[in-house]
């Protein structure tokens, strides 16, 4: 069933045209993603469909009785309400609802079965019962305490002002509190900001079960293709769907381009061979009819247009002097924190040459502190730090605090290599896409990604052999993130690094090392292989709790009992994972089998792969249904077995 589709949608500013011919689909429980450059109109193009402004041209049509829940980028609540009653206000009709069968309750107690209304007023209490259980009326408070425990809101935190949260916890409430709301179509706008790696996951998790639709703009690749199955591609001022997740997209939109230059490329010689006949031969009597045709063939000709995007983006690379020591780092029994207050600790760990390490770690635990005491910024409290030899050190600050807001961004990399031509530092920046008057804007007037861009440009400029790096995809675009990981990739020296950006991690990371309060754990490979370990490592020590739990409240036979009926759970989970992981492969060997230039063209046998995988998809999802279910099932059983 079709929710909703724009037609044509255009919006101007001024004779400025931001985007034109936007036609989107979005399916009922669809996963949609919009994608697309820095200032494309991804957010404006959202509030146009959210109903919240106007089209210039074009129309947005819907379903009937459509709802749609819409959260802003950074959108947090303002409200005098505790948090419980703040997202209580999400079920007042269902609380309506039971006001008025607890006054029918009352009515049929006073009523004897032979009284005149007594029939009416049951029947009136058995609807709204009915109608009270389809709304799920005995789950809701279970359903509200899920959600805050997923977003990291315990119960001691229930009856705290809303307003006396920070701007992330704000956020992340009213993210919680939309999810309640279970609109038919749920559209957001960045919402993994503020959110660390583990509330990111049980977020990925409830979205994929998710009753209603989804139309998602996201920075987080590694989340996109978790949750997402379609993809719209803002770009070069229009849109272009592709099926499949943020990667199939990627290989899906080039495949696309190299298929249209191919196109392009042999029409070109084409028009060239034919253009090069009729200036040779339409003087020449013999051969002007033959020269006439080609000409006319030329004229009736439908010429492909120049094949264009708007991926404009940054080029560098980081360069060193001369290598360093294989000791790079060495940290042992660190203490950090501020005036005495620590913060965490005892954190040991090496960095040797050549390793490039992300950090990771819950919000709040310490991690920029850690680079901060790295560098001297901050004093340490206790242990010590031993940097090796003939180091070259360069510091991304996620705070961009290193910039002067008062210098251009000519005079911010000028400054500090007066012996630099002007030219050649402009060149620079020119491959940071500061271009023309851009070089003379103040700092203090740079967007986020802007002071972004311009802290890595000065990082390429500096001779380097240790990158310290403090989230540093924070504020860039899909686009400048790959470009960077590329960056890193290539460079030889040794890299340590924080970020909670997960497809970044797994592209670049060699090493992994997992902050807590109380320490460190070291975790070879990236963040995918570092789950790996982990679940490893539960799975090992769950034999344990249970041998605990047999012995000490469940007789033999009780014991054998339970572990038969979670092998049982178990069994289930793992067969529909099994046939998730089919059904996917299916998928994708259908969706390449579209993206080939020759299937392209051809109608029919395009309508019968999309069929095809069309069912699949169907099938898909009821599959992904059960398997949310017994998940479930097995969680709960856990639970009441521990």
């Known amino acids: 069933m079709l929710l909703l589709q724009t037609n044509n949608v255009e919006r101007r500013f001024g004779s400025d045209v931001l985007f034109h011919n936007m036609n989107m689909q979005i399916q ?59 997202l209580d206000s999400v079920f007042a009709p269902l609380h309506e609802l039971e006001k008025q069968l607890h006054e029918l309750e009352n ?28 709304q799920d009326g005995y789950e809701y408070a279970s359903r509200m305490r899920g959600v805050l425990h997923g977003f990291g809101f315990d119960e001691d935190m229930y009856d ?43 977020l990925e998790d409830y979205l994929k079960s998710y009753q209603g639709a989804l139309l998602i703009v996201s920075h987080d690749r590694y989340f996109l293709d978790r949750v997402v ?106 203490n950090i924190g501020y005036q005495d207050q620590k913060l965490a600790g005892p954190l040991s ?99 986020g990604g802007e002071k972004a861009r311009l802290e890595l440009t000065k990082l390429s400029f500096m001779p380097i ?38 497809y970044f991690l797994n592209q670049v990371a060699t090493d992994i090392l997992y902050m807590k309060a109380h320490g460190m754990t070291h975790y070879e490979g990236n963040y995918d292989d570092y789950l790996t370990q982990q679940a490893k490592l539960e799975h090992q020590t769950q034999p344990e709790t249970k041998v605990k739990q047999s012995t000490g409240q469940l007789s033999y036979q009780q014991s054998k009992e339970t572990q038969r009926a979670r092998r049982k759970l178990q069994r289930q989970v793992d067969q529909l994972e099994n046939q998730m992981g089919e059904l996917e492969t299916k998928q994708a060997a259908i969706e390449a089998e579209m993206a080939k230039p020759e299937i392209a ?7 019968d792969l999309q069929k095809k995988l069309d069912a699949l998809k169907a099938q898909s999802e009821d599959v992904e249904l059960q398997w949310t279910e017994a998940a479930e099932a097995l969680e709960t059983f856990d639970q009441e077995n521990q």
Do not use: C
Request: a negative charge; aromatic letters at 6%.
């Open 28 to 86: 009922e429980h669809g996963r949609t993603a919009l994608v697309g450059r820095n200032g494309a109109g991804k957010t404006t193009f959202l509030k146009i469909i959210a109903g919240l402004t106007e089209p210039d041209e074009g129309t947005v049509t819907h379903a009937r009785d459509l709802t749609i829940g819409y959260l802003a980028q950074n959108q947090g609540l303002d409200s005098q309400n505790s948090i419980w009653a703040e």
């Open 229 to 334: 199955t379609d993809v719209y591609d803002l770009d070069n001022k229009t849109l272009i769907h592709y099926t499949g997740n943020y990667t199939q997209f990627v290989a899906h939109k080039r495949e696309r381009l190299q298929a249209e230059w191919k196109h392009y490329e042999q029409q070109q010689k084409e028009i060239a061979k034919l253009e090069d006949f009729v200036n040779r031969n339409i003087v020449r009597a013999s051969t002007t009819k033959r020269a006439q045709a080609r000409r006319k063939q030329l004229e009736k000709m439908d010429r492909l247009e120049r094949p264009t995007t708007d991926d404009s983006s940054i080029h560098f690379q980081f360069h060193s002097d001369h290598a360093s020591g294989n000791e790079v780092l060495d940290v042992d029994e660190l």
């Open 601 to 607: 063209v051809d109608i029919a046998q395009l309508t």
């Open 465 to 502: 052999n240790f990158l310290i790096l403090d989230e540093p995809t924070n504020h860039l675009d899909i686009d400048s993130r790959e470009v960077l990981e590329t960056a890193i990739n290539e460079f030889d020296g040794t890299v340590l690094f924080i970020s909670h950006d997960r």
């Open 349 to 447: 760990f090496k960095v040797r040459k050549g390793q490039r390490v992300g950090i990771i770690g819950p919000n709040g635990i310490g991690k920029s502190t850690l680079l901060k005491t790295l560098l001297k910024k901050i004093p340490k409290l206790s242990g010590t730090i031993k940097f090796g030899a003939n180091l070259e050190i360069g510091y991304y600050d996620q705070e961009q605090q290193q910039l002067h807001p008062e210098k251009t961004v000519l005079e911010e990399v000028w400054d500090d290599h007066p012996e630099v031509s002007e030219k050649d530092i402009r060149s620079l920046l020119g491959s940071f896409l500061f271009v023309g008057d851009d070089v003379y804007k103040p700092v203090s007037a740079l967007s």
């Open 160 to 202: 705290t002002s809303v307003n006396a949260l920070s701007g992330g916890q704000k956020t992340k409430l009213a993210l919680a509190k939309i999810l309640l709301q279970s609109p038919n179509l749920l559209i957001l706008d960045e919402p993994t900001n503020h959110l660390d790696m583990g509330v990111l996951s049980r």
């Open 107 to 134: 009515q049929l107690g006073t009523l004897t079965p032979k009284a005149a209304d007594y029939q009416d007023v049951l029947a009136s209490y058995d609807r709204l019962s009915e109608q009270f259980k389809k």
